[in-house]
């Protein structure tokens, strides 16, 4: 049984997310490597199945891990991209205003924040974002799945002005005025969930991709957290477009 800090203040989900974590990152696991059951961890740590639970549900949020279903939770693929995809969006932005592709939001709302979302975006525990989800679709077909959180303190009146800005950079800058210092950038592969399913009509364990862009302004602060999911095909293309 591995100890749990129990005179800490972070929630024992995150405590077991994070020491996971440092196993994928250290090498511990691999991969494709095959992690412990649910039932499994409630015993190596000693918590309830909700709790086990939860510290998977933040791993696949942070992009450390996927499910399978019936099959169990497996390490993912993930890379620091060296590449900036600022370029990736300067491509949607272009064909949404030749309506060559489309965009619908399909969520939009108001939340508080904790654990991955809290984390990388540097946030105190309770403070509000917006949460954004959206789909761009091209030849009647959804190509691109957009979950976004952005600071509710940093973008006031967004409801009534999102719509007029296809991408988030422009909305960062020419909506609100930020300076985009940098874009950090991470590839993750996994497997299509059933949102996933759902929005890109994939199949159930088709190969995904997941790009997470973190955009920070110029005093250095993390404005805008965006993942984006992505069939094969489409990631394929789009990495293309940014090395040329």
């Not at 394929?236 to 940014?242: C, D, H």
């Amino acid at each position: 049984m591995r100890m749990l800090n129990k005179q800490a203040k972070e929630p024992y989900y995150l405590q077991i997310s994070k020491a996971i974590e440092t196993m994928i990152l250290s090498g511990y696991f691999s991969h494709g490597q095959k992690l412990p059951t649910l039932l499994e961890m409630k015993d190596l740590f000693n918590v309830s199945l909700k709790v086990a639970a939860q510290a998977y549900d933040d791993l696949n949020k942070k992009g450390y891990i996927y499910s399978r279903r019936g099959k169990g939770y497996f390490v993912s693929f993930y890379e620091k991209v060296k590449i900036d995809l600022n370029h990736l969006y300067e491509i949607e932005a272009e064909l949404v205003y030749e309506h060559q592709m489309s965009r619908d939001i399909i969520l939009f709302e108001k939340v508080q924040v904790e654990g991955y979302v809290q984390e990388q975006l540097n946030l105190n525990s309770g403070e509000y974002c917006y949460h954004i989800k959206q789909v761009f679709g091209k030849n009647n077909r959804n190509v691109l799945l957009q979950d976004i959180y952005l600071p509710f303190n940093h973008f006031p009146k967004l409801n009534k002005v999102y719509d007029d800005f296809p991408t988030i950079p422009s909305l960062i800058m020419n909506g609100y005025r930020y300076n985009l210092n940098e874009f950090s950038n991470r590839f993750y592969s996994g497997q299509a969930s059933i949102e996933h399913e759902i929005f890109l009509r994939l199949q159930n364990n088709d190969p995904l991709w997941r790009i997470e862009t973190i955009c920070y302004t110029d005093d250095d602060q993390p404005i805008a957290l965006v993942n984006q999911y992505m069939s094969g095909e489409y990631v394929t293309m789009a990495v293309m477009l940014n090395v040329s």
